[in-house]
């Protein structure tokens, strides 16, 4: 009786730790986030998945981080200027934007088996839907898919 009652007690404690270390890995990840990119991911934020290899320095490697919010997050999206997809462009510029994604897909894909990221096929950048984005040439990506409130943020290696 007194090994339940001691673990009826000591089980909420767990709980609670275990929630709180989810807050705090996030808040990390944000702070990484934010260390390598000088954008500042909103608090709301909850991260759902991470891929990294650890590097000896700082950058060496890419990250890879999914993030998920209950609510779009329009402030951040206007503050850091996210571009929209195909919002009235012409062909030349489609153009332009297919060789983008293309260039994304296969650099993402290449660094994905490189670096042994394990970063499953379903979480990879997809550019099939509406999305909006910040893409820093050869230092960083975040892509922001309004339909299900997903923001993925790809640090490239330096």
């Not at 500042?40 to 990250?63: C, V």
């Not at 503050?79 to 009235?88: A, L």
Request: proline share 4%; charged share 25%.
């Amino acid at each position: 009786m007194k090994k339940q009652i001691l673990i009826l007690l000591i089980l909420p404690l767990f709980l609670l730790i275990g929630c709180t270390n989810d807050k705090k890995a996030t808040k990390n990840i944000i702070d990484i986030v934010k260390e390598q990119t000088n954008i500042n991911i909103p608090q709301e934020a909850n991260l759902i998945e991470k891929y990294k290899k650890h590097a000896l320095i700082r950058g060496m490697s890419p990250s890879y981080y999914v993030f998920q919010f209950d609510q779009e997050p329009e402030e951040f999206l206007l503050n850091y200027g996210f571009q929209e997809k195909r919002k009235g462009i012409d062909v030349y510029d489609q153009l332009m934007i297919d060789d983008f994604e293309e260039y994304i897909i296969y650099h993402l894909k290449a660094e994905n088996k490189t670096y042994k990221l394990k970063i499953p096929e379903e979480s990879l950048i997809t550019f099939d839907e509406l999305y909006l984005f910040i893409f820093e040439e050869w230092n960083y990506l975040l892509v922001y898919y309004p339909n299900d409130y997903k923001l993925i943020v790809y640090i490239m290696p330096q």
